[in-house]
Structure formats: structure tokens, C-alpha cells
């Protein structure tokens, strides 16, 4: 697509919001930025077309760092239990 054109992106606190993309370029270490009418720079693969999709995003996200938390929880009880093991 080429710029001006209007995307969803999520903010930090995964609220879907519109931004428009003024201009882009390439990284070659980082792949595709998307430069908005703010002034931020944007990864292309976290911009959105729909809101749908932002949506979507935002709970595959979510997703992800619940996977992550959980794994975090067992390696957390696993060392609470090797401390009570050795307090006996």
C-alpha cells in the first residue's frame, strides 16, 4: 500500500485505535516501519487493517502471554516445592 493510508494498531493497553501511515521504509535488520501522522514508528507486521483483525491480534497476544505466565507459575512452584523438600 502506498502512504497516505488509515490502519489499526493496538496501544500498550491493548485498545485498538486508528493511525494514519504517512510513510514507511525498510530496515534491513528489522524488516518494514510504518512512520504515522504522529510521528511513531510502527512494525508492519503490528498494524491492522480492520478492526477485526486488530482484535484478533490483540487476543492471540493475550494468548501468548498467558502461555507464558502459566509456564512461569509451574517453574515457581517446582522451586517453592525444592525448598520445602529441603526445610524437612
Known amino acids: 500500500m502506498k502512504p497516505p493510508y488509515t490502519v489499526w494498531v493496538l496501544t ?32 508492519s507486521d503490528r498494524v491492522y487493517l480492520t478492526l477485526c483483525e486488530a482484535i484478533k491480534a490483540g487476543f492471540a497476544l493475550l494468548d501468548k502471554e498467558q502461555a507464558d505466565l502459566n509456564r512461569s507459575l509451574i517453574s515457581l512452584q517446582k522451586h517453592r516445592a525444592a525448598l520445602q523438600t529441603a526445610q524437612k
Not at 504517512?22 to 516501519?33: F, H, V
Open 12 to 43: 500498550p493497553h491493548f485498545k485498538p485505535v486508528v493511525v494514519t501511515i504517512i510513510d514507511q521504509y525498510e530496515s534491513n535488520n528489522t524488516g518494514l516501519w510504518l512512520v504515522t501522522e504522529s510521528g511513531r514508528l510502527r512494525r
